[in-house]
């Protein structure tokens, strides 16, 4: 049973560098991708980006190139950096796995569905001056 | 990226009531919808994957349906364990969006 823990700062100043942290316990990194996503007070969910087990990452454009999602095999451990962050960035983060399910259609379409099965505890950010 | 909408924003409902959740997609996602439930304070909880597969432990009360733009989520029989807000999701590719969830609130 795959656990996540995650960590990180939960208040900084405009501008500074958000990063959080998840503990993968139970499980490795093969054949799975790990997921951010974010809840604004409020608001729904926003998907932040993912990477999977051979390091590739996939981000949400709304972020301007201000997110990083790395990857510790070696600590079971994956991450988020967001820089330069400001007021609009305050929200509960979570760390999520992204499991892949192979499926085949009578019509002979194939190919993989995605979706978030194990989630983290959720981490408040608050960003003020 | 695709855009999803969900109706109801809210809706209030009665324990044994039958409810349903739309979920309209943007574009094209083939069958690749989930599902997620969330109550306050707590992270969300995944139901259902591929628009109709019930993740293991998921009562049978909850079921989804549909293809292409337009889906829904069927909860049969509403039971007090079920107020919460829901989420669709597609992963039909990256940024795999959410819905801005539906409230189910108590009549």
């Known amino acids: 049973q795959v656990q996540l823990q995650q960590w990180g700062a939960g208040l900084l100043k405009p501008s500074e560098t958000l990063s959080l942290s998840c503990d993968v316990y139970?499980?490795?990194?093969?054949?799975?991708?790990w997921t951010w996503i974010r809840q604004s007070p409020g608001k729904g969910l926003e998907w932040i980006g993912e990477?999977?087990?051979?390091?590739?990452?996939s981000y949400n454009p709304s972020l301007r190139g201000r997110v990083t999602v790395s990857l510790d095999t070696s600590k079971n451990q994956f991450s988020l950096h967001l820089s330069s962050v400001t007021a609009a960035d305050t929200a509960v983060y979570y760390c999520?796995?992204?499991?892949?399910?192979?499926?085949?259609?009578?019509?002979?379409?194939?190919?993989?569905?995605?979706?978030?099965?194990?989630w983290g505890e959720g981490t408040t950010v608050t960003v003020s001056s | 990226d695709i855009q999803m909408t969900q109706s109801p924003s809210s809706l209030s409902a009665s324990v044994g009531d039958r409810v349903t959740i739309t979920c309209r997609a943007s574009?094209?996602?083939?069958?690749?919808l989930n599902w997620y439930q969330q109550k306050p304070g707590t992270a969300p909880k995944f139901l259902i994957y591929?628009?109709?597969n019930l993740e293991s432990g998921v009562p049978s009360r909850f079921s989804g349906s549909g293809s292409g733009t337009d889906f829904t989520l069927t909860i049969s029989s509403l039971q007090p364990e079920d107020f919460a807000t829901y989420y669709c999701?597609?992963?039909?590719?990256?940024?795999?969006?959410f819905g801005g969830g539906t409230k189910v609130e108590i009549k």
């Open positions: 999520a796995r992204c499991t892949r399910t192979f499926y085949y259609e009578t019509n002979g379409h194939s190919g993989y569905y995605y979706y978030l099965d194990v």
């Open positions: 139970g499980g490795s990194f093969s054949g799975d991708s």
């Open positions: 990477i999977n087990h051979g390091g590739s990452t």
């Open positions: 574009q094209s996602i083939g069958s690749s």
């Open positions: 591929g628009t109709f």
């Open positions: 999701q597609q992963s039909y590719n990256t940024p795999r969006t």
